[in-house]
């Protein structure tokens, strides 16, 4: 498809938004001292992905890349029109690859889980870091198969510089203990997401650019750029076999385990073993209740808006292949606890379910 010639107006002011999110998301990461580095990245990248489908919707659709009742009339917030977000974006364009589709989805997850929460923290970052380069590849990919290699934004943009030495022993050990309070879930979230994926996406450079940083010495020459790119699909099976061997020395083995649900219980096994221990029955509906209010996982008709994910990791796992919910013995305690203390009466919690009424699980446990 050749690429479309933009002069003044819609399309092209909503393409000229979307490159500088993608550019400010940038800077932004790059800055070793700027706060809020990482979800700042994250939520200026969702809006460059938005903004440039908005464009191309605007160029080849007009106006009309926005939600409508059933009634035919456009859903309005604040009297303006409520455009496509996202997922409705990657939804309606139906032409990216898969591994792209699914890097995008991870962060629209991930953007969603940081909302209301501060991750700024360098080991997030690094353990996002080749998901964060395929989002920014994919979208610079995709912005010249849409609108052409005039608005290509890599030659404007520079290579961070990297600091050699690693952190000392017990800085790391300080960042393992705020990892396994602050951030356990969302960790958790990330390995639970790759986890799902298939080998061979996530192997691609277009779901994460697994990068290695040599120093290049020998057969130098004076006017040879310090930093080359290597493009994969480019290189002989020879030399893919030589990276190969390379990374084999460097890089973490990814191990997967099929029994990953190990100790985890369905809700029937909950409630038997709860109703052991405590003098009223317990009932599925109850449970569903009590799920609910302690927000230990979602139900669309109390959450509409929430993820299947969304999940507190301390009681509660989402089973994605069978698409169901697995509980820890942890949440057998609180519960048994909860009832015979007097923590939180029956006829409390039908109450806080009918008013749709969030309780700190902090409060109770």
Known sequence: MKAPLLRKGKTKSLLESSIDCALLAVEI??????????????????????????AHFNHTIGDTYFHKEKNGRYQLIDGDKKAWELKTCIKEYAKLSEAVKINLEFFIKLRNKIEHRTIDKD?????????CQALLYNYENELIKLFGEEY?????LAHSLQFSRMRTTQQKEASKQLLSTEYKDLIEFIQKYRDHIRDDVFA??????KLIQIP???NTNKSDLAVEFVNWSAISEEDKEKYDRLTAIVKDKVVKFEGVNIGKLKPSKVLEEVNKS??????HNDHKQLLCIFKIRPYS???PDSDAFETNPD?????EPHNDYLYQDKWITFLIELITKNKLSREDWKDFFKQKKILKIENYE
């Open 29 to 54: 990461y790059n800055k070793p001292r700027a706060p809020f580095r990482v979800e700042t990245f994250i939520t200026h990248m969702v809006m460059a992905w938005t903004r440039l489908f908005q």
């Open 315 to 319: 009681y509660c796992h989402y089973d």
């Open 301 to 303: 008709d109390f959450s």
């Open 123 to 131: 080991e997030i970052g690094l353990t996002i870091f080749g998901e």
């Open 152 to 156: 290509a934004i890599n030659e404007s």
């Open 204 to 209: 691609s450079q277009e779901y994460s650019i």
């Open 216 to 218: 290049k010495i020998a």
């Open 278 to 283: 405590i003098n009223l029955k317990l009932t």
